[in-house]
């Protein structure tokens, strides 16, 4: 039995390697805020979200799609969906409280324990049939229907009656019957368990016991050595059963396991889903492009991780970027640029893993890797110049890159003077586009902003963000060309007063020694 609620052929493999870029995504993005949002307090939907996320820019445009109609379902459907979750967990954490006893290893053991999972495991099975057969007209969703079709199929009334009665039987009320033959040595050989014989009495006689033709071997109380010979012979004889009836219990938990990580995601998206509602915040299920187009079309974008973190609505953007591979972001300073560029790169991540969206409307083509090369503060250990820390790190993230890989850019190169930094970052920008990626730069750097802008050409696009003319930061962004000022005068008000701040004075500071 296979969910396929993640592929629609293969299982969703939950130790996937993480890529190599994970910590600084996660950094950057602040992408622990989204996972502890999906979580909710659950760890395993926290673990589950952070692999699908951070894995999913393999997705193909089919595998997107197949999970955003399971995302619209368990929307839709979310009290199924957490039933679901419930009974998969139950299953499996009733499984490790099942006892083994002192003899583990001991076919006996194995058997009786299995046998006692496996009627566990039958009556969950049978509420989640169930569940399926009461909540399928509610779904639409190939990976839904697939799963509910499949559990009707395989847990049919019939396999619920024959794997009754062998578990029954398997209990041997009327003792162990084993075959064997001599071998050499007259050692026994060939120890197999035989199904007993069909009592074919009339109807009253089998109330009594039924005679088997043979010798009987009567053992005394006190016989140690016997009693262990004839535990010996009885684990032979159930060795086979006990290892065919483990498989079984593996086989069936393997399934569970399974079907809680698969359904652990859309619980995520869920909980983010509720999480977004209540503050009044939009969603969609956004319009992912082919991986050769350059497609980015918004309305209203905003930080999911923002909203959640400060708990209040939280303003968005609405940009038309489409056919362009640059866009270079520049303007006043705390006007919501870097806050932008974390909404594109959550946005794409959560898109690509099928999952919605924070925007009123969503289109992007989908990437092979999302990478972030974000400014980093002061760190007293670092044995050389920040500058060269940066460099190091494009260097890094430069053997990471692949074409079609989208990377986001945040004051990056502004720990040095304006022109080697805005030629550096000129050239390495030039470079990027050249192998067919993706670049999205939030910069000061006027004149690496303007470079571009006077090239004039079609594939890039500039961003800026408003300010009004008193200075107050509506911290939307709107098309236009860079500007030679940051408007740090602005901050300078408003740290040290609105006075000194528009005062042409000079201020003066007196240093006592």
């Known amino acids: 039995m296979k969910a396929f609620l993640m592929f629609k052929d293969r299982d969703f493999d939950l130790k996937h390697p993480l890529p190599a870029n994970a910590a600084a995504l996660i950094q950057d993005l602040e992408l622990e805020t989204l996972f502890g949002a999906m979580a909710a307090g659950d760890g395993f939907i926290h ?10 820019v393999h997705s193909s445009l089919e595998e997107i799609a197949y999970r955003q109609q399971v995302m619209v379902d368990s929307l839709r459907n979310s009290d199924v969906v957490r039933g679901i979750y419930q009974l998969a967990g139950e299953a499996i954490e009733r499984e490790k409280k099942a006892y083994f006893g002192l003899f583990r290893d001991s076919p006996d053991t194995v058997l009786h324990r299995s046998i006692e999972v496996l009627s566990m495991f039958i009556e969950v099975l049978r509420k989640l049939r169930q569940l399926a057969e009461s909540s399928q007209d509610s779904f639409r969703s190939d990976g839904f229907r697939t799963l509910f079709a499949m559990l009707q199929r395989e847990l049919s009334d019939d396999y619920f009656e024959a794997i009754s009665q062998h578990l029954q039987q398997l209990k041997f009320p009327e003792g162990v019957l084993v075959s064997a033959r001599l071998g050499a040595g007259n050692k026994g050989v060939g120890y197999t368990l035989r199904e007993p014989p069909v009592d074919r009495r009339i109807w009253p006689l089998r109330l009594l016991p039924q005679r088997v033709e043979g010798y009987t071997l009567h053992l005394h109380p006190r016989d140690e050595a016997g009693g262990q010979a004839l535990s010996a012979l009885r684990n032979r004889g159930l060795s086979l059963a006990a290892q065919a009836l483990g498989q079984s219990v593996d086989h069936i938990l393997s399934f569970f396991h399974m079907l809680q990580a698969e359904v652990a995601f859309y619980i995520g998206g869920v909980n983010l889903h509720d999480r977004l509602s209540a503050l009044g915040l939009p969603t969609v299920i956004p319009r992912p ?56 790169g959550l946005a794409q991540l959560m898109m690509q893993s099928g999952l919605f969206v924070g925007a009123v409307e969503f289109e992007a083509n989908i990437v092979r890797g999302v990478f972030t090369h974000y400014k980093r503060e002061e760190d007293n250990s ?9 460099l190091r790190r494009m260097s890094a993230l430069a053997d990471m890159l692949n074409p079609n890989a989208m990377i986001l850019f945040n004051e990056s190169f502004a720990s040095t003077n304006e022109r080697e930094g805005s030629e550096i970052a000129q050239q390495i920008v030039n470079a990027l586009l050249d192998s067919g990626m993706k670049v999205i730069f939030v910069t000061h750097l006027y004149q690496f902003a303007h470079a571009f802008d006077e090239m004039q050409t079609d594939t890039a696009f500039f961003l800026r963000a408003e300010r009004k003319p008193d200075g107050t930061r509506t911290f939307k962004l709107v098309e236009g060309e860079p500007l030679d000022t940051s408007f740090g005068e602005d901050l300078y008000g408003k740290i040290f007063g609105e006075e000194v701040g528009r005062s042409r004075s000079p201020v003066r500071l007196r240093v006592v020694a």
């Open 47 to 56: 673990d589950v979200s952070k692999v699908a996320v951070l894995t999913s």
């Open 289 to 344: 492009g082919g991986l050769s187009e350059r497609r980015f079309d918004c309305q209203e974008l905003f930080d999911v991780c923002l909203a959640i973190s400060m708990n209040k609505l939280i303003v968005g953007n609405d940009v038309e970027a489409n056919e362009k591979t640059l866009i270079i972001v520049t303007g006043a300073n705390q006007g919501g640029k870097s806050t932008f560029l974390r909404s594109v």
């Open 382 to 390: 670092m044995t050389s110049g920040k500058f060269d820390e940066e």
